[in-house]
């Protein structure tokens, strides 16, 4: 901290910084001001300045302000000194006894508060509280649901799990059993079942029977991927599993009413396949295997379709774009889906325009249409909005410029 007033009053005008929530890492620049006494941040692209925080602060420390100025997420944690986001405030205060949240521009600061933050900051907390976050868990964004983020905070604060290098962690044992909720892939009702999951064996399985000798699925890690689905499952705490069985995509729907126990699960999944894949590839990084344990799908939604011929009926499906997989379903909940399209590389002859082919009979009631080109066949669709439409063409065209990997040729 600046003790010359003269030496603290840096040029604000020029100060661009980039400030983050502590949690979800939501980010945007700001540019800090001096005007009138006034320190002030304006978002970039505005024409004009936006004060965004009035607190009494020490004549001598202008970079305080600048950090607090440039700190978009607009609250704080006072007793932890890290700044948060609206969304992820919300999940400090349900922990009143760890982390008190205010306001940047409503609160009033004291001044003890103030060089609190100060002398500490996001940065400063990262180098704490994450000081021995293991590679293969799963740090959520400001994208991700509420269960992830707050499990996140909780594990990091409240629970402390990654404050002391060396540590044993539950994720680690290599072994999991235990019950979860899981919808029936017929009737759609959701059962208790105990799933077991094994380092060793490299699978995941699940038994109707908590005592039964055999289970009903072995799901291997190689093939399996996870990823939280609160909205279309219903469940704040909702997984989706997907594996292949048959070389097909099968999708199974859990739940765990606490979310600990569900987001432990999805860790210790992510722990085994890292393993997996260090034992497959004995060669590769850290950061060249992290990409290939869970992933998120890369857009999901609705679209009509019609069949091979194109002269058939446009029917509505629901659609999963899953890296270079786009498959469609008849219901979001459904176990398989009842097909997929490949997107390659548009140097091996897939594109995806806007519209459909000159003469294609559109029956159905969204007219935004949208052409895959394959090697082998068109495949058209319809989206609801332009909107929309224009989403899932840039999905579409992200991927197939993407270079292929020697697995997906």
Known sequence: MCTDKNEGRVETQKLCLLARCSVCQEDKTGVVQEKNGLYIRSQRGEGENTPSLLLSVYPHTPFVLSILLSADPGWGSCSLGVFICLACSGIHRNIPNISKVK???????EDHEVQFMAENGNEMMKSKYEAAVPVYYYKPTH????VLREQWIRAKYERKEFSEP?????????????????RGRD?????????????????????????AKEPKAVLKV??????????????PNGLQITYLKDYSTRNIFVYHDNGKEVVDWYNSIRAVQLHYLKVAFPGATDAELIPKLTRNFLKEGYMEKTGPRQTEGFKKR?????????MYFKDPLDAFAKGEVFL??????????????????CNGAWQHGITIQTPDRCFLFTCETENDQQDWLKHFSDVM?????????
């Open 103 to 109: 306001s940047l521009s409503l609160s009033h600061w």
């Open 143 to 146: 994208k991700d649901c509420q």
């Open 166 to 182: 060396g540590k044993n962690f539950t994720y680690e044992e290599g072994t999991r059993d235990g019950l979860l909720m899981k």
């Open 187 to 211: 009737n759609g009702q959701f059962l208790s079942r105990r799933f077991v999951l094994s380092e060793r064996e490299g699978t995941l399985k699940y038994f109707t029977k908590y005592d």
């Open 222 to 235: 190689d093939t399996m991927n996870a990823t939280f689905q609160p909205e279309k499952i219903g469940n």
């Open 318 to 326: 629901w659609f999963t774009l899953d890296h270079r997989r786009l």
């Open 344 to 361: 390659g590389n548009k140097d091996h002859g897939y594109n995806a325009f806007a519209g459909l082919p000159a003469g294609t009979h």
């Open 401 to 409: 410029s993407a270079p292929m990997s020697p697995q997906e040729h």
